[in-house]
């Protein structure tokens, strides 16, 4: 098993930054890629930016594409979302998740967190 644990988020005024922390626990040898998604209110979860820890690689959505980064620390099996100037339309429960698979494709993700809210107001 994996265990996965989101911190950070918050209440963020738009145009701000806030940072979001995943860490790993349990089986970290099965954590190759770890991802973040989102899903605001009333609508589907979706992708946002994603990770191989072993070789680096980075992937993200259109939509936080020069807003969000996804960094890795291996040391602390953890991994992090900047987000950068916020809009209300990031407001949403935020969402770790990981996979064996070194693909960065957005699916066949194995371990999810319970998730960590951002809510940015205007």
């Known amino acids: 098993q994996v265990h996965l644990v989101e911190s950070g988020g918050g209440l963020v005024q738009a145009g701000e930054s806030t940072r979001l922390s995943c860490a790993a626990s349990?089986?970290?040898?099965?954590?190759?890629?770890v991802g973040w998604f989102r899903q605001a209110p009333g609508k589907e979860r979706e992708f946002v930016a994603d990770?191989?820890?072993?070789?680096?690689?980075?992937y993200y959505a259109d939509s936080v594409k020069g807003r969000f980064t996804i960094s890795g620390d291996i040391t602390k099996n953890t991994v992090y979302l900047q987000m950068s100037n916020l809009r209300p339309d990031d407001t949403a429960v935020y969402y770790c998740?990981?996979?064996?698979?070194?693909?960065?494709?957005?699916?066949?993700?194995?371990?999810w967190g319970q998730g960590t809210r951002v809510t940015v107001s205007s």
């Open positions: 990770t191989n820890r072993w070789v680096g690689g980075t």
């Open positions: 349990g089986r970290t040898g099965d954590v190759s890629v």
């Open positions: 998740a990981s996979k064996k698979s070194y693909a960065l494709a957005p699916t066949g993700f194995e371990y």
